[in-house]
Nanobody, 125 residues
Framework: EVQLVESGGGLVQAGGSLRLSCAVSGFTLDEYAIGWFRQAPGKGREGISSISSGHGRTYYRDSVKGRFTVSSDNAKNTVYLQMNSLKPEDTAVYYC??????????????????WGQGTQVTVSS
């Protein structure tokens, strides 16, 4: 059974940092790309970053480039999202998701078949 479990969310002041973790089971990170999405209240879900260990590639949405870093530890079957210089507009529920699609870097939610439960990130001004 494919499972993804996020952790590491919380409340932080603007300019601060958080590191989200996505622990996966039921598959290895060589088989799937992992994407990070977020959904703010009243807004749609947006893809912000993804990583394919098998292809050695990463993707970032423009709004997080230079501030967020995605990485993976294949031995631990865990993907991380290091978030620095956080802004109030980064406040959202953050989800990780797994994709077998060759289009994983386009961050289309329907290309990601398995999702975690989400973790809340709140950035105060």
């Amino acid at each position: 059974e494919v499972q993804l479990v996020e952790s590491g969310g919380g409340l932080v002041q603007a300019g601060g940092s958080l590191r989200l973790s996505c622990a996966v089971s039921g598959f290895t990170l060589d088989e799937y790309a992992i994407g990070w999405f977020r959904q703010a209240p009243g807004k749609g879900r947006e893809g912000i970053s993804s990583i394919s260990s098998g292809h050695g590639r990463t993707y970032y949405r423009d709004s997080v480039k230079g501030r967020f870093t995605v990485s993976s530890d294949n031995a631990k079957n865990t993907v991380y999202l290091q978030m620095n210089s956080l802004k109030p507009e980064d406040t959202a529920v953050y989800y990780c998701a797994a994709s077998e699609s060759v289009r994983w870097f386009k961050m289309v939610a329907t290309d990601f078949g398995s999702w975690g439960q989400g973790t809340q990130v709140t950035v105060s001004s």
